[in-house]
């Protein structure tokens, strides 16, 4: 299994950016399809973003297109959430999810798709 850690979260002001970081640790680290939801308080766990195996291909959510992108460095075990052009309603825990599949173009969309997570990190955007 994988052990995520994320890091990076904070506060900072609308129009501003901040990128988010996950570690992993355990199996090998490019046999997973990375992901990154986020929750609100008082909403479901959404999905922002995610990354195939190889880093080859990545997908992010509409309402973060065009601010948000997605990387991995299988070299380093991490992958990365750069967050540009933030906005109020971006504030949220943010997390980190893997999920093992055999295909290198895997992408997935649903949280409960993944079958492992991180403990999260606050991300507040300030108006």
């Known amino acids: 299994q994988v052990q995520l850690v994320e890091s990076g979260g904070g506060l900072v002001q609308a129009g501003g950016s901040l990128s988010v970081s996950c570690a992993a640790s355990?199996?090998?680290?490019?046999?997973?399809?990375m992901g990154w939801f986020r929750q609100a308080p008082g909403k479901e766990r959404e999905f922002v973003a995610t990354?195939?195996?190889?880093?080859?291909?990545?997908s992010v959510a509409e309402s973060v297109k065009g601010r948000f992108t997605i990387s991995r460095d299988n070299a380093k075990n991490t992958v990365t959430l750069q967050m540009d052009r933030l906005k109020p309603e971006d504030t949220a825990v943010y997390y980190c999810?893997?999920?093992?599949?055999?295909?290198?173009?895997?992408?997935?969309?649903?949280?409960?798709?993944?079958?492992?997570w991180g403990q999260g990190t606050q991300v507040t955007v300030s108006s």
């Open positions: 990354i195939s195996r190889t880093g080859a291909i990545t």
């Open positions: 355990g199996r090998t680290f490019s046999a997973y399809v």
């Open positions: 999810a893997a999920d093992p599949d055999p295909d290198p173009l895997k992408l997935r969309y649903r949280y409960t798709e993944y079958d492992y």
